[in-house]
């Protein structure tokens, strides 16, 4: 049996792992090992609850407004210590945080194979996202397997110099987990949840992160969206707040008390994406709603400058609007009163996956381990 060990850390590594874990656990070629640095705590125990997985080693290494100093010697340390006990045949990592690409470097010193989820995607500025675009990057030069999502992310590992027969185009395993959870007869068992009345209010879902956006930005969009509220009598701002107490802080001051905004703790995955299909807009600055919003046809306007996703601010329904705050309300405004506006932006496409990209990536696996002469199908 061949000894594959996920290691992830946070809730959207978690949340697109988790497709890739079930489907190695339903294979007899595979003994699957699950390791978490729990770089986040609540937010990734939420969704190993929901996807049943039981981490065979948990590093607990987050601490409160912890720097990525600690982050990165804490879950460096604690890894050496797993991988040498376990000493799996190949160590799996996913997309772009510190945990990811500790994960990669500890695997190198033991000289353990590298497979990383999600390679590829770039948006050739050193600084935004930080640190996530140096941590694919990084992980990128250290994975010997390389399972880009879209055609677009191949392109790029194909201009650095990866060699073609290391990538494989598999699509993004967050459609494998959409696909699993959005119901159209979902009820949500949240008592504000469930009390919205979703086809008479505008509901604009809101979340915000990223480590560039906190200050100033953060409180320019938040004050858009007071603004926005205010002339709107039918918005609804609906918000889970991310755990981050810099974060919380500035959404409090700026939009604690006020009257149709929701201030919310993390969803569980589940209503959280069966929110996203009832929503009427969705802003946000992070990189896994950018990809599933689009496949349930809801427009999303990103707070960001930049984006390693642009396929589908190619195909329209994404628009990059960045964190000004008169160009946050303005983008906004027109797609609550113009209505054809709306209407384009809010066309369903699928340019990142079609559920099946941890059969994909998992197909990959048996054929380089010489498991399989079934052939790789790529994502198209
Ligand atoms: C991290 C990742 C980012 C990813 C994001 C997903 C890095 C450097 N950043 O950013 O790439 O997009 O996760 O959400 O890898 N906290 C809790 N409970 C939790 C989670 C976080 O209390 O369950 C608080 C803690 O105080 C923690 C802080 O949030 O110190 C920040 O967490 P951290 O993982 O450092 O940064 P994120 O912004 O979550
Ligand atoms: N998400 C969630 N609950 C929430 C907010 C987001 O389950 O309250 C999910 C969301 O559907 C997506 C993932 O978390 O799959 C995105 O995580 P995040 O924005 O924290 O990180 P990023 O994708 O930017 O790295």
């Given at each position: ?37 729990a ?12 996807f ?9 290494i ?21 991988l ?40 050739r ?7 996530e ?15 880009a ?15 073609p027969?290391?990538i ?12 699993r959870?959005?119901r ?34 953060m ?20 918000f ?34 069966n ?27 990103v707070?960001r ?25 303005e ?48 994502f198209?």
């Amino acid at each position: 049996m061949l000894k594959v060990m996920t290691i992830f850390g946070t809730r959207p590594e978690a949340i697109k792992m988790a497709p890739v874990i079930l489907e190695l656990k339903r294979r007899p070629e595979f003994e699957t090992v699950v390791t978490v640095t729990a770089q986040h705590r609540e937010m990734l125990d939420q969704v190993l609850r929901l996807f049943d997985i039981k981490p065979d080693f948990d590093l607990n290494i987050m601490s409160p407004e912890q720097t990525l100093f600690d982050i990165t010697t804490k879950a460096l340390l604690g890894l050496e210590g797993v991988l040498s006990t376990v000493k799996p045949d190949i160590v799996l990592v996913h997309g772009d945080t510190t945990t990811t690409f500790v994960g990669a470097l500890a695997s190198f010193y033991n000289q353990i194979t590298v497979g990383h989820v999600e390679a590829g995607l770039r948006t050739r500025n050193k600084y935004s996202p930080f640190p996530e675009e140096m941590n694919r990057r990084l992980t990128g030069s250290i994975a010997d397997l390389n399972f880009a999502p879209t055609p677009t992310s191949r392109d790029n590992l194909l201009r650095e110099g990866v060699e073609p027969a290391k990538i494989f185009v598999t699509g993004n395993t967050v459609i494998d987990a959409l696909h699993r959870t959005v119901r159209n007869d979902f009820v949500f068992d949240d008592e504000l949840l469930s009390s919205i009345d979703y086809d008479r209010k505008k509901i604009i879902l809101v979340t915000t992160h990223r480590r560039e956006n906190l200050g100033e930005p953060m409180r320019h969009v938040y004050e858009a969206l007071k603004q926005l509220v205010e002339e709107f009598a039918d918005v609804e701002i609906i918000f889970p707040v991310h755990k981050n107490p810099k974060v919380r802080e500035i959404v409090d001051a700026v939009l604690g008390g006020l009257d149709r905004v929701h201030l919310i703790d993390p969803l569980d995955y589940e209503p959280f994406a069966n929110l996203m299909g009832r929503a009427t807009i969705i802003l946000t600055d992070s990189g896994g709603v950018q990809e599933e919003a689009p496949a349930l046809g809801k427009p999303v306007m990103v707070l960001r400058d930049t984006t390693e996703r642009p396929e589908a601010v190619s195909a329209g329904t994404v628009k990059l609007i960045g964190t000004d705050r008169s160009r946050v309300y303005e983008e906004t405004r027109r797609l609550l009163v113009d209505r054809k506006e709306y209407a384009r932006m809010a066309e369903a496409i699928n340019p990142y996956g079609d559920g099946r990209a941890a059969q994909r990536i998992v197909r990959a696996l048996l054929r380089h381990y010489r498991l399989t002469d079934a052939p790789f199908e790529e994502f198209v």
